[in-house]
């Protein structure tokens, strides 16, 4: 199995982009890992939240094959200890080919991009800044690739 984060806009602080390139690296000793990331939109004041959503997610949906299996990462979705988020990922390594997640924009998803998915999970029930989604999401896909093998980096 692969594994592909999709976000809108690039990182902009440096000390969480070395942090989530770190967690890049490690987390390709266990499954191959990229991250794809798609341009903040161009005069994006000059739209409604709902036309942003949008066009938003037409450049997600672009980056998507039909056999992906696509997790959106959203306040609603189901919410996992790490543990069971590790045995989650080892069921879809069984099962899929590539395990895209996506965080969207500053307004959440598209109708079309909600429609493409096969699951929602959260990562908390807090609001974080999308700066620092990135961060937490790479640390505990890190932390399920180290369970799932048994190594010492989580602690029950």
């Given at each position: ?11 902009d ?26 341009a ?36 609603h ?15 879809k390594q ?15 998803f ?12 959260s ?9 620092m ?24």
């Amino acid at each position: 199995m692969k594994a592909t984060l999709i976000l809108i806009g690039k990182t902009d602080n440096k000390m969480y982009q070395a942090a989530i390139e770190d967690y890049v690296s490690r987390i390709n000793h266990y499954i191959p890992f990229d991250i794809q990331v798609i341009a903040d939109l161009k005069n994006s004041k000059n739209l409604s939240e709902e036309q942003q959503k949008q066009k938003e997610g037409e450049l997600i949906l672009k980056l998507l094959q039909t056999s992906d299996t696509v997790v959106l990462l959203d306040e609603h979705g189901k919410e996992f200890r790490s543990v069971e988020y590790a045995q989650w990922i080892e069921k879809k390594q069984q099962t899929a080919k590539r395990l895209v997640f996506i965080i969207g924009g500053p307004y959440g998803f598209s109708k079309d991009v909600y429609a493409r998915a096969n699951e929602k999970i959260s990562l908390s029930k807090m609001t974080f800044s999308h700066q620092m989604v990135r961060l937490i999401f790479a640390e505990q896909l890190y932390r399920a690739c180290t369970i799932i093998k048994g190594e010492p980096y989580h602690h029950e």
